[in-house]
């Protein structure tokens, strides 16, 4: 499978817990990008890097949150001290950055990780 | 803030006929405009996109048309399937972040 994929794709934890997930990209693909959707809303941007540099975080992405990229491939979005609002379907995209074309392309979505904040 | 939204939140066909789900955006700079298909459970799917220097584009059984001097962008769905149920997104986009609307579900009527 060449897609973008998302682990874990379920995630239930207590209120206060720390919580990692994990995406990987579709491969050399130099953009990935994080969002949050919730039931019946669309999706809204959280962050997005550029290889390994994280280059807009929304003002969604409070000092909970923190992403990372360390070697411009796979990315992980932790959330410390999870709260009940925090539950929701996170989802990463990424696309293609392409020398000398267009600055942005389509994005191309993984499965999603539900998380759930009891 | 900008903001994309779709006119109607629910559209009910009949299996065969054309589909054409509205969507109006707010921010004049956006150059980019895609359409995504999203299933129960699943992330969105790319369906196509359009430049803003394009009034028009045209892929399998889908037709998606830009009018910026309304700011105005539509989807058509041709002979529209079972299959094509879902929920359909509008995105636009003036820094790469994509910045979606409400979403239309799509009911295909048998």
């Known amino acids: 499978d060449t897609g973008v994929s998302q682990n874990p794709r379920h995630k239930i934890t207590k209120r206060g817990q720390n919580v990692t997930f994990r995406c990987d990209p579709i491969s050399e693909h130099n953009r990935l990008y994080w969002y949050r959707q919730t039931l019946g809303q669309g999706p809204e941007f959280l962050t997005y890097f550029q290889n390994e540099a994280q280059l807009e975080k929304s003002r969604l992405l409070s000092d909970r949150f923190s992403a990372e990229r360390p070697k411009g491939s796979f990315s992980t979005l932790e959330i410390q001290r999870t709260e009940q609002g925090d539950s929701a379907m996170y989802l990463c995209?990424?696309?293609?950055?392409?020398?000398?074309?267009?600055?942005?392309?389509?994005?191309?979505f993984g499965p999603g990780t539900r998380l759930t904040v009891l | 803030g900008e903001s994309v939204g779709l006119h109607l939140p629910t559209l009910s066909v009949q299996e065969g006929d054309n589909s054409i789900i509205n969507c109006a955006y707010s921010?004049?700079?956006?150059?980019?405009f895609i359409w995504y298909k999203q299933e129960s459970g699943k992330g969105p799917q790319f369906i196509i996109d359009?430049?803003?220097?394009?009034d028009k584009r045209q892929g399998q059984r889908v037709t998606v048309l830009l009018n910026k001097t309304v700011k105005h962008l539509s989807l058509q769905i041709a002979a529209t399937q079972p299959g094509d149920s879902a929920v359909y997104f509008c995105?636009?986009?003036?820094?790469?972040?994509?910045?979606f609307g409400q979403g239309t579900t799509l009911q295909v009527k048998p």
């Open positions: 995105a636009e986009s003036s820094t790469g972040k994509l910045i």
């Open positions: 359009i430049r803003s220097n394009m």
């Open positions: 921010n004049s700079a956006s150059d980019y």
């Open positions: 995209a990424s696309s293609a950055l392409r020398s000398g074309g267009a600055p942005y392309n389509e994005q191309f």
